[in-house]
C-alpha cells in the first residue's frame, strides 16, 4: 500500500533521511524487484563492518607473535568476542555476495548506460576496494590458513611480465609474508581501505540521486510522487533487519575459521586462495600462469569496465535482460557455460594436456595461446549462433556474452572451492 501522506517523524531522523534519499520519490521506482535493495544492503553491510572492525580493534595486536593469541584472548576471554568476529567474518563473506549481485542487477536492467556511466566505473572500483578489504583482513588473525592463503594469492603477481617479481616484493614488503605484511595490511584494513570506501560510497549515492533515482522502464513513466517516509523507508527497513536477522542466525551458529598459528615453514594441502580469489586459482590450472593470472583477468576487467562507452542501438531500458528474447538468451547462456566450463576442466584433466601432448613448444603457445584460442572460438561460434536464433541487437548480445562469462567465472570458483583436495586434484566434496 502506497502512503501518500509523510507521517510525523522526529526532526533529526528526517534531517539524516534527507541527505540519503530526496522528499519523495517515483512510485514506479521502489517496487522491491526494481533493485532488491541490493546497493542498500551493501551499505549496510558496510556500516556493520565498520562498527564490528572498530570493536575488534581493542583487542586485536598487528604483531605475528601477538595477532593469533589476541584473536584466541577474544574468543575466550571476551564477551562476545567471539561472536563480534564471527559478525565481521560472515558480513565480509556477504558483502562480496551482495555486490556482485548489485553490480549483476545493475547490468541485466541497463542501468550502467548513460548517464550512469560513472557509476558504473566508482562501482566497480568500490568492489575493488571491498575485495582488497576482505583480503587484508584475512591475513590479520595469523593462522594457516591465513598465511597461506595470502602467501598463494601474492605468488600470482610474480607471473605479471617483467615487474612480477618486484611488484610481489613491493606488496608483501619481503620474499615472503612477514611481520611487516602484517602491519602493512592492518594499517590497509582498518584505515586506508575504509577511508576510500566512504568518500567513493557517498560520491556513488550523490550520483545516484544527480541521475533522478534508480532506472525505470519508459513504459512506466508518467511517475507518481509519494513521500519517501514511510513508503521507502519501512520498505529498507524490512529488507535491513532480515539482513542483520540472517547474519546473526550465522554468526551464531558458524564461527569464523581459525587453524593453528601460521608456521611459514610447513604448507597446507592443499593451499587454498581466499574464496573470492578461486577463479583464478582454478584459472591456473589450465591455463600458462601469464595467461590466468595475467592476461584473461586484466583483459576481462578493462571489457567489464568499457560496457557502458560501447555504442549501443538501444536507449537504456530499465527492463530486465532488455527484452524476451534477451531473457531467453541470457538463460541459454547460464546453461551452456555451465555444461561447457565443466566440459572443459574435466577433458583437461583428465584427457588432453597440451603442455605435455605439444612437448616441444613453448608453455607460452601449448599451455597459453592454444587453449587461448580454442576458448575465444567457442565463444565466437556461440555468439554467431545465438544472434541468429534470437535475432539479437547488440545490447542482447552484450548481455549474453556477459552472463555466459560471469557463468563460466561462477562454475571454475565453485569447481575450485569444492571439488578440489588434496595436491588439488579433482575430488567430491565430501572427501575434502
Ligand atoms: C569493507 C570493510 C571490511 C571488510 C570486508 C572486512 C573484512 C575482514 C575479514 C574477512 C577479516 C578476517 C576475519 C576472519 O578472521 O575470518 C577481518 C579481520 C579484521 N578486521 Fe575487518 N573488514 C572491514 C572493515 C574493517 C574495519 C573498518 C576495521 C577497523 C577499523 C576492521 C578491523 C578488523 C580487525 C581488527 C580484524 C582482525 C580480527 C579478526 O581476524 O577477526 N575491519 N576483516
Ligand atoms: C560497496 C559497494 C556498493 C554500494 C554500497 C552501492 C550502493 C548503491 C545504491 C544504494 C544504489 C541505489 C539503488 C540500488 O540499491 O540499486 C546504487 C546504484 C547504482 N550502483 Fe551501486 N553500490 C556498490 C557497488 C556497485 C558496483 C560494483 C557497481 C557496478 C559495477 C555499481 C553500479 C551502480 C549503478 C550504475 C547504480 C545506478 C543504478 C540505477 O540507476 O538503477 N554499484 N548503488
Redesign the pocket.
Known amino acids: 500500500m502506497i502512503n501518500q501522506i509523510t507521517e510525523k517523524k522526529p526532526k533529526a531522523f528526517s534531517n539524516i533521511l534527507l541527505h540519503l534519499h530526496p522528499a519523495a520519490v517515483s512510485e514506479e521506482s521502489i517496487s522491491f524487484t526494481?533493485?532488491f535493495?541490493?546497493?542498500?544492503m551493501?551499505?549496510l553491510l558496510?556500516v556493520i563492518q565498520f562498527i564490528t572492525g572498530i570493536l575488534l580493534r581493542f583487542y586485536y595486536e598487528p604483531f605475528p607473535q601477538k595477532a593469533y593469541d589476541s584473536i584466541l584472548i577474544l574468543h575466550n576471554n571476551v564477551l562476545f568476542g567471539q561472536l563480534v568476529r564471527n559478525i565481521h567474518h560472515w558480513s565480509g563473506v556477504f558483502?562480496v555476495l551482495i555486490?556482485?549481485l548489485?553490480?549483476l542487477?545493475?547490468?541485466l536492467?541497463g542501468?550502467?548506460q548513460s548517464p550512469?556511466q560513472v557509476?558504473?566505473?566508482?562501482?566497480?572500483i568500490?568492489?575493488a576496494?571491498?575485495i582488497f578489504s576482505n583480503f587484508t583482513g584475512y591475513l590479520l588473525p595469523w593462522d594457516q590458513l591465513a598465511y597461506w592463503a595470502v602467501t598463494v594469492s601474492t605468488s600470482i603477481l610474480q607471473y605479471i611480465p617483467l615487474v612480477g617479481n618486484s611488484l610481489r616484493e613491493f606488496v608483501i614488503l619481503g620474499t615472503e609474508v612477514n611481520a611487516e605484511t602484517l602491519i602493512v595490511f592492518y594499517t590497509f584494513h582498518t584505515a586506508v581501505l575504509p577511508i576510500l570506501?566512504l568518500l567513493l560510497?557517498a560520491y556513488?549515492?550523490w550520483?545516484?540521486r544527480k541521475?533522478c533515482?534508480?532506472?525505470i522502464p519508459r513504459s512506466e513513466l508518467p511517475k507518481t510522487m509519494v513521500p519517501t517516509y514511510p513508503n521507502l523507508v519501512y520498505k529498507e527497513g524490512v529488507v535491513a533487519l532480515t539482513l542483520i536477522a540472517l547474519i546473526l542466525v550465522f554468526a551464531v551458529f558458524f564461527n569464523a575459521p581459525l587453524l593453528e598459528r601460521a608456521n611459514p615453514s610447513f604448507s597446507l594441502n592443499p593451499t587454498k586462495a581466499p574464496w573470492y580469489f578461486a577463479g583464478i586459482q582454478e584459472l591456473l590450472m589450465h591455463f600458462h600462469p601469464f595467461f590466468a593470472g595475467f592476461l584473461i583477468p586484466l583483459t576481462l576487467i578493462i571489457l567489464?569496465a568499457f560496457i557502458p562507452f560501447l555504442k549501443y542501438e538501444q536507449s537504456p531500458t530499465?527492463i530486465w535482460f532488455v527484452s524476451d528474447k534477451g531473457k531467453k538468451s541470457a538463460k541459454l547462456s547460464v546453461v551452456f557455460a555451465v555444461a561447457i566450463t565443466i566440459f572443459l576442466v574435466l577433458l583437461n584433466e583428465y584427457l588432453i594436456n597440451f603442455e605435455m601432448l605439444l612437448s616441444w613448444l613453448s608453455p607460452v603457445i601449448s599451455n597459453g595461446i592454444i587453449p587461448l584460442l580454442i576458448v575465444l572460438g567457442i565463444i565466437w561460434i556461440y555468439s554467431k549462433y545465438i544472434t541468429k536464433k534470437f535475432k539479437l541487437s547488440f545490447s542482447e548480445l552484450v548481455q549474453s556474452i556477459f552472463v555466459l562469462i560471469i557463468t563460466s567465472f561462477v562454475v571454475l570458483t565453485l569447481i575450485n572451492i569444492f571439488f578440489r583436495g588434496t595436491n588439488m586434484q579433482l575430488t567430491f566434496p565430501w572427501n575434502l
Open positions: 526494481r533493485t535493495g541490493l546497493g542498500g551493501a551499505a558496510i558483502l555486490v556482485f548489485h553490480l542487477r545493475v547490468f536492467t542501468a550502467y550512469r557509476n558504473w566505473i566508482i562501482g566497480l568500490l568492489f576496494l571491498v570506501i560510497m556513488h549515492f550520483r545516484v541521475s533515482g534508480v532506472i567489464i530499465g
